[in-house]
């Protein structure tokens, strides 16, 4: 199993690279975040690496950060969601924003990018909704965004305050999730759970 991939950029374009390493180069599919975090062309480069093999086919797949790794096996577990599709569904969406749109069963929004058919985006958002945590997913989004976004701590309380009102865990995250969603202003506790029991 290849793990990373470190050595000269070789060359570079938004869907692959090539890096050079120990006189071989590797042709590596990449999502749009990776391809706007590399350095110029003959610097030193390092990418996470997924060896995709199949009957017919064998591919490599570069990451520039754990995150976009570990979402990218997330979709590929999804049954009918292939690795170039998964590549597709990371270079339409933030992982951050993937993250929300799981947490909160927005298949809508995974299926606005392009090669993502409704049925497969509400399987990914059935399949993963377990394995997405959705207080990191709303700070994770936070943390890209513009910086008006509501803090870990307060969607953390605002969900506990849910909690306390006698929802239980899942349904408190759900409904925090879509305030955040739908409000992406919402900042305080207060302003968060009196959204919330609006919906």
């Known amino acids: 199993m290849i793990a990373y991939i470190k050595g000269v950029l070789a060359e570079k374009e938004p869907t692959r690279v090539v890096v050079e390493a120990a006189g071989v180069g590797y042709e590596l599919t990449i999502p749009l975040s990776t391809f706007d975090r590399l350095p110029r062309t003959g610097a030193e480069v390092k990418l996470l690496a997924f060896h995709s093999v199949r009957e017919d086919d064998e591919a490599l797949f570069g990451f520039a950060t754990e995150a976009e790794k570990a979402m990218f096996a997330k979709l590929t577990s999804v049954s009918g969601v292939g690795p170039k599709i998964a590549i597709a569904i990371l270079s339409g969406s933030s992982i951050g924003e993937l993250s929300l749109a799981i947490a909160s069963g927005n298949a809508k929004r995974i299926s606005s990018i392009k090669g993502v058919g409704k049925k497969t985006a509400e399987k990914i958002c059935i399949e993963l909704k377990d394995k997405v945590n959705a207080i990191e997913a709303l ?20 969900i506990l305050a849910l909690s306390a009102l006698g929802f239980n865990e899942e349904t408190a995250n759900k409904m925090v999730s879509g305030v955040i969603a739908a409000h992406p202003d919402a900042k305080d506790v207060e302003t968060i759970v009196r959204e919330a029991l609006k919906r």
């Open 139 to 158: 700070a994770s989004s936070g943390r890209e965004g513009a910086g008006g976004a509501a803090s870990s701590p307060a969607l953390h309380d605002a």
